[in-house]
T-cell receptor, first 113, second 113 residues
Framework: KAGVTQTPRYLIKTRGQQVTLSCSPI?????VSWYQQTPGQGLQFLFE???????NKGNFPGRFSGRQFSNSRSEMNVSTLELGDSALYLC????????????FGPGTRLTVT | AQSVSQHNHHVILSEAASLELGCNYS??????LFWYVQYPGQHLQLLLK??????LVKGIKGFEAEFIKSKFSFNLRKPSVQWSDTAEYFC???????????FGKGTSLLVTP
């Protein structure tokens, strides 16, 4: 079974721009979660989607948003990028609503200059 | 507030030494507990998990962890580490009603030959 895939793997953006990251979960997984990983804050939960519905959201500003499509693929969007948004963004998929084991993708490394 | 604490941020061991990484959590109610590992240049992988039942759980690559409810702890152990165990280790917790993994800050393990 193919694992979680994320595109693009690397991205460089300028402050003020917006960015969209994509995640394809493992086949059959309907729950997709997003996390931000930085050296200072570690791994922080962004949001989780199940059956195209956002079920939970972490403590991030409204500039961070996401969505899930009917095929369970998910995208997250960050608008008005700030330097502090530079991070590794990880997507994870799960068979149930994120409460159980999650399988992580390789991440998208976003650098904001 | 719910939190996960990992006591050691950096650990250096010689090959064949025993390993114990501490993890304590502050959560009310029933929890699910995980240890994830991130090898250099690779994505997060699940080492082991505890949902219920036997508090001593065994994972991949010879790792095990013990859930001690009275101490709110879930320490990771390995009797004899190898150079290939060099990685970052993350303890994570989610409640039964939650959808988000709450991660500790991680422990960087370096195993020297």
């Amino acid at each position: 079974k193919a694992g979680v895939t994320q595109t693009p793997r690397y991205l460089i953006k300028t402050r003020g721009q917006q960015v969209t990251l994509s995640c394809s979960p493992i086949s059959g997984h309907r729950s997709v979660s997003w996390y931000q990983q930085t050296p200072g804050q570690g791994l922080q939960f962004l949001f989780e989607y199940f059956s195209e519905t956002q079920r939970n959201k972490g403590n991030f500003p409204g500039r961070f948003s996401g969505r899930q499509f009917s095929n369970s693929r998910s995208e997250m969007n960050v608008s008005t990028l700030e330097l502090g948004d530079s991070a590794l963004y990880l997507c994870a998929s799960s068979t149930i609503q994120g409460s159980y084991e999650q399988y992580f993708g390789p991440g998208t490394r976003l650098t904001v200059t | 507030a719910q939190s996960v604490s990992q006591h050691n941020h950096h650990v250096i061991l010689s090959e064949a030494a025993s390993l114990e990484l501490g993890c304590n959590y502050s959560y009310g109610g029933t929890v699910n507990l995980f240890w994830y590992v991130q090898y250099p240049g690779q994505h997060l992988q699940l080492l082991l998990k505890y949902f219920s039942g036997d508090p001593l759980v065994k994972g991949i690559k010879g790792f095990e962890a013990e859930f001690i409810k009275s101490k709110f702890s879930f320490n990771l152990r390995k009797p004899s580490v190898q150079w290939s165990d060099t990685a970052e280790y993350f303890c994570a917790v989610t409640s039964n009603s939650g959808y988000a993994l709450n991660f500790g800050k991680g422990t960087s393990l370096l195993v020297t030959p």
